[in-house]
């Protein structure tokens, strides 16, 4: 009895440091949407999501599409923000949300993508639509081709509004790729998504996205609701390094949107953060050279190292770095050398390429024949010392 009860302490007293070892934090909050997801946008990190790849109307989540687009279109040259769009009656006659343009007359293409992304008008979607490719049909065939770009696996678009279509929909994984493409593609376009009113020909509307007014640290995305669609809303938060962006799609009411996208972008910045371990370029390490003008070359990577994790697990990382037998000359800078592995808990999470910060060129024939000798014995030597 006595041996019994000892092995059940044992037992406890293990169980007890294993809780304590493991970080426990709550289950993403309960959502009222038929699919969401909640993503990191600087790491791509998915903090959590539900029916994340089921195909749903997305109504005027659509208009970040035709956003992205026009943006792009813009950014290569073949339209600008200047251009006046003369007004069809097709677009003036848009049904659903409007930003008011009159048939005949000519609006910026920077006035339409206002009246577009903070009145949500369909008349503007249209408008842009027939701009940049003369129909909102041809304008569909752009969106799927952008979007196959994007990988968007399970989108199609036919239309610039999302005005209700069977053939028109989306999953909340796409429109999360499509978000955070945008934010990072087009930081001036993205400004747009966080204005609070927009004034057109005397008439003044406020932005539907009411996550504005509630938190400052909130600057978009958008707004949709239809019938078939329910309603949806892509929104983006950031704090400090970190911005989490979050699809709700097919929620009950205007208010279950909001709440489920309050409740779960609250839940990711109290429990997770976004850090930058390594800044692109900066040194960790350097190699010798062997028949090179410079003795050592350093090595970093070639872009920022950015982790996203729950906020107290960032003690437990390590940097591996190689140790090297050299490498010949020339060398050019971004040329990989090695890996970096990141470490947690001494167990290996990720590796990244190291490549040389700057080049190295080469010595004349004659001053490297030594070097080259001296590093061929000893390369043969260290690989049969492993073998």
């Known amino acids: 009895m006595r041996f019994d009860l000892r092995i059940l302490l044992i037992f406890f007293l293990l169980s007890i440091s294993n809780i304590s070892s493991q970080t426990l934090i709550p289950d993403p909050p ?13 790491t791509n990190e998915i903090i959590s999501e539900q029916n994340a790849d089921l195909p749903s109307g997305l109504a005027s989540l659509t208009k970040i599409m035709t956003g992205y687009v026009v943006a792009d279109q813009i950014e290569k040259g073949f339209i600008s923000k200047e251009d006046q769009v003369l007004i069809s009656e097709v677009c003036w006659r848009m049904e659903g949300s409007r930003m008011f343009i009159q048939e005949g007359k000519r609006v910026s293409v920077d ?14 979607s249209c408008a842009l639509a027939e701009h940049v490719a003369g129909t909102q049909g041809d304008f569909a065939v752009l969106m799927n081709e952008y979007a196959s770009e994007l990988g968007m696996l399970d989108s199609n678009f036919v239309n610039p509004t999302g ?7 989306s999953t909340a994984r796409d429109l999360a790729k499509l978000s955070i493409s945008m934010i990072n593609d087009f930081p001036e376009h993205y400004a747009l998504y966080k204005e609070k009113e927009f004034t057109f020909d005397d ?17 978009g995305i958008k707004t949709g609701h239809t019938n078939d669609s329910g309603y ?9 390094e970190t911005r989490f962006v979050s699809i709700v799609l097919n929620s009950a009411s205007e208010k279950t949107r909001i709440r489920d996208t309050r409740r779960l972008l609250d839940y990711a910045f109290r429990f997770y953060q976004t850090k930058t371990i390594v800044k692109a370029y900066e040194p960790l390490t350097t190699i010798d050279v062997w028949a090179g003008i410079d003795e050592k070359v350093s090595l970093g990577l070639g872009s920022d190292l950015k982790i996203t994790l729950q906020r107290n697990k960032f003690k437990n990382l390590e940097l591996d770095l190689p140790s090297s037998l050299g490498v010949r000359a020339p060398i050019s800078r971004d040329q990989k050398l090695d890996e970096l592995i990141l470490l947690s808990n001494g167990e290996r999470i990720q590796s990244y390429d190291l490549v040389a910060i700057t080049d190295v060129k080469k010595k004349s024939f004659i001053s490297a024949l030594w070097d080259n000798l001296i590093f061929s014995v000893y390369s043969f030597f260290m690989q049969d010392e492993t073998t």
């Open 232 to 240: 949806c809303l892509a929104g983006s938060a950031i704090r400090g």
């Open 30 to 42: 309960e959502v009222n949407a038929k699919s969401y997801i909640l993503v990191e946008a600087h």
């Open 163 to 169: 005005l209700p279509d069977v053939n028109h929909y």
């Open 203 to 219: 008439i003044r509307q406020l932005n539907r996205n009411s996550l504005l007014w509630q938190d400052d640290s909130v600057d």
């Open 111 to 124: 006035d339409l993508l206002k009246g577009m992304i903070i009145q949500s008008g369909n008349d503007a």
